[in-house]
Nanobody
Framework: QVQLVESGGGLGQAGGSLRLSCAASGRTSTYLAMGWFRQAPGKEREFVAGIMWSGNTDYADGVKGRFTISRDNAKITVYLQMNSLRPEDTAVYYC?????????????????WGQGTQVTVSS
């Protein structure tokens, strides 16, 4: 079994920065892509950013220009650098791994999900 564990969440201030990490453990596996998603109170989970092992990246409109996704293929680890934080970024952030485009993973059965890490941004 493969487990994804997020870390780096916590309290940030508007205009500040946080970096999230997601590391895989357990059975060795090769992932074609990884992504970040978030779920704010009262809202559905939404796509934030994705990266293919080819290096291609994809961002949601609300985070483009502020967040950067990167990965380490050898360790099957993905990062999310969050700059210029806003209170509306407050959410539980989840990492995921699978095949295809992460933007399309919501509702997919073959995607592996982490348990999430809380990010709270104060004004």
């Amino acid at each position: 079994q493969v487990q994804l564990v997020e870390s780096g969440g916590g309290l940030g201030q508007a205009g500040g920065s946080l970096r999230l990490s997601c590391a895989a453990s357990g059975r060795t596996s090769t992932y074609l892509a990884m992504g970040w998603f978030r779920q704010a109170p009262g809202k559905e989970r939404e796509f934030v950013a994705g990266i293919m092992w080819s290096g291609n990246t994809d961002y949601a409109d609300g985070v483009k220009g502020r967040f950067t996704i990167s990965r380490d293929n050898a360790k099957i680890t993905v990062y999310l650098q969050m700059n210029s934080l806003r209170p509306e970024d407050t959410a539980v952030y989840y990492c995921a791994a699978g095949s295809g485009a992460p933007r399309l993973w919501l509702g997919a059965r073959s995607v592996t999900w982490g348990q999430g890490t809380q990010v709270t941004v104060s004004s």
